[in-house]
């Protein structure tokens, strides 16, 4: 079945200590999206791609990146966690970038800071 | 500002049906989805609501009104695996998506 999947499910880092997040798709659309999501709150957009463009959210932190080195695969990297990073990280895609389109979504991996 | 307003929760009873509304101001209107999410799982899309009108598929259903800033989606014959929240989300002039917090529904037996 085409899918979203994500690596690992959870994952625990020290504060400060670098993490990346992967994300990959069969589904060969050509948006990709990481998002951000605490407990009872919305999914945050951080950043996502329309094919190799990026487009990153004005609010997102430095310390959060992004790479898609092709259509399929998309990773998240967190380059000095902090506690107030700890939340579920969701990748979605969707085929076209026009709105109309669902977004399909991993399961998500869930990121603890000790 | 851009804001989309849900109930926090609603509490149902299982075999009934339960309303979840939503209300939206956004800069322009591309369309308006709904999504459930399982606790500690990803959102799967529900339904996708562009033009005025309700949009039935199966047991659920959800209804648009562009003048009013308003849906609704409807759920029938409730069952135990419907707990969970339910996301509305609006795309804006720009294709921007915009997330509701969602709305938390119990079923009791």
């Known amino acids: 079945d085409a899918m979203v999947i994500q690596n690992p499910r959870y994952q625990v880092t020290q504060f400060g200590k670098p993490v990346t997040l992967s994300c990959s798709q069969t589904?060969?659309?050509?948006?990709m999206y990481w998002y951000q999501q605490k407990s009872s709150q919305a999914p945050k957009l951080l950043f996502h791609?329309?094919?190799?463009?990026?487009?990153n959210e004005a609010d997102t932190p430095d310390n959060f990146q992004s790479r898609r080195p092709n259509t399929s695969f998309c990773f998240l990297d967190i380059r000095s966690p902090g506690l107030g990073d700890a939340a579920m990280y969701l990748c979605?895609?969707?085929?076209?970038?026009?709105?109309?389109?669902?977004?399909?979504f991993g399961d998500g991996t869930r990121l603890s800071i000790l | 500002g851009q804001n989309i307003d849900q109930p926090t929760e609603m509490t149902a009873t299982e075999g009934a049906i339960v309303q979840i509304n939503c209300t939206y101001q956004t800069s322009g209107f591309n369309g308006l989805f709904w999504y459930q999410q399982h606790a500690g799982e990803a959102p799967t899309f529900l339904s996708y609501n562009v033009l005025d009108g309700l949009e039935e598929k199966g047991r659920f259903s959800s209804f648009l009104s562009r003048s009013k800033g308003y849906s609704y989606l409807l759920l029938k014959e409730l069952q135990m695996k419907d707990s969970a929240s339910y996301l509305c989300a609006v795309t804006d002039s720009n294709y921007q998506l915009i997330w509701g917090a969602g709305t938390k529904l119990i079923i009791k037996p």
């Open positions: 979605a895609t969707s085929r076209t970038g026009e709105g109309n389109q669902p977004q399909h």
């Open positions: 791609y329309y094919d190799k463009d990026f487009n």
């Open positions: 589904l060969n659309h050509n948006v």
